[in-house]
């Protein structure tokens, strides 16, 4: 790579936080079996408490994991010249550095593919992608039908059968955070590589995949950045603004970052589950209790998908959405 001068360098860089000085307070992330009866209470909690969880014996096959990191490690070691023939994303394809269209940026470069099994995907990707996607959609529609049986919600599918309508609108994301040699005096100076911005996830939910290199924090409710301990076995679930808007408030969309470093590529898998884009959403008549308001306008996904897009990534996307209740 490139040697990149200091000032191209401090546009990736921000202060690290200070540490939470109380380690007791600190909270474990939630680790939810899904082949347990129980996890249908601990899937709702999770989402309540934190908007984020880790899952276990969600039998995706490893095959299909260890395939496709195969292939993207292998594309993003290619020449530039050969990575930029699926550039630049608009909306699909490679991208580099840039994030978006309002001048975010972050160390990182990226394949952004449609879900679609009929889409066009770089050489040797094609079935690798569709076997991977459909599998982990599959799990996906799995955890949002365990928390519609818990809440007591009818249908049963009444999340699960956005993301399994024909035109549902999800995507698919593979993030490569490559070294980077020049930050190593950055880092000892207290800040940290952005990776990829602060932000929350507008879809209804994502399952995000990684390799066994850290990066990943979650923002927690005192304001302070937590660390996500890397695990190649299992996947990790966000709640979407959508969901958050479907459940009144209820679940929460949490705002997460990732942090690259100097030494350690860090390789992550995305599918991002989205309703179609002339779905309706808001919150469920079913889950509003007595006299409890809605807390959001409703909107299509489509309106919300084309205010996100134009919005930086840390602007808080579901705030033109709100409803400002007396």
Request: aromatic share 8%; net charge negative; charged share 25%.
């Given at each position: 790579m490139v040697a990149l001068s200091k000032p191209l360098i401090e546009q990736f860089l921000v202060k690290q936080s200070k540490p939470n000085i109380n380690p007791l307070i600190i909270p474990d992330i939630p680790l939810i079996d899904l082949s347990k009866p129980e996890s249908k209470q601990h899937l709702v909690k999770a989402c309540q408490d934190f908007g984020f969880f880790k899952v276990v014996n969600h039998g995706v096959p490893s095959k299909f994991i260890n395939?496709?990191?195969?292939?993207?490690?292998?594309?993003?070691?290619?020449?530039?010249?050969?990575?930029?023939?699926?550039?630049?994303?608009?909306p699909f394809g490679y991208g580099n550095k840039s994030i978006g269209r309002n001048g975010d940026v972050g160390w990182v470069e990226y394949l952004l593919l449609n879900a679609k099994p009929e889409s066009d995907y770089p050489e040797n990707f094609q079935g690798i992608v569709n076997d991977y996607v459909?599998?982990?959609?599959?799990?996906?529609?799995?955890?949002?039908?365990?928390?519609?049986?818990?809440?007591?919600?009818?249908?049963?599918?009444?999340?699960s059968k956005l993301l399994m309508d024909e035109q549902s609108d999800s995507v698919f994301r593979v993030n490569h955070y490559p070294p980077c040699p020049e930050f190593q005096e950055n880092e000892k100076n207290g800040r940290k590589l952005v990776g990829f911005?602060?932000?929350?996830?507008?879809?209804?939910?994502?399952?995000?995949?990684?390799?066994?290199?850290?990066?990943?924090?979650?923002?927690?409710?005192?304001?302070?950045?937590?660390?996500?301990?890397?695990?190649?076995?299992?996947?990790?679930?966000n709640v979407g603004d959508s969901l958050q808007v479907m459940t009144n408030g209820r679940f929460k969309s949490v705002k997460h970052r990732v942090v690259a470093n100097g030494t350690k590529s860090r390789l992550s898998?995305?599918?991002f589950g989205g309703p179609p884009l002339s779905e309706k959403i808001a919150p469920l008549p079913s889950l509003m209790q007595g006299e409890e308001d809605s807390l959001y306008k409703e909107f299509t996904w489509f309106e919300y998908k084309k205010s996100a897009f134009n919005s930086r990534l840390a602007d808080n996307r579901l705030g033109l959405f709100e409803k400002i209740i007396a």
């Open positions: 395939k496709l990191e195969t292939e993207a490690v292998k594309f993003f070691a290619s020449p530039v010249s050969i990575k930029e023939r699926f550039g630049p994303p608009n459909t599998s982990v959609k599959t799990m996906a529609c799995e955890i949002l039908e365990l928390l519609a049986d818990e809440m007591k919600l009818q249908p049963r599918n009444v999340f911005g602060e932000h929350t996830d507008p879809q209804i939910i994502s399952v995000l995949r990684s390799n066994n290199t850290s990066g990943l924090e979650i923002l927690l409710r005192d304001g302070s950045w937590m660390s996500v301990p890397p695990d190649s076995e299992s996947f990790f679930i898998m995305i599918y």
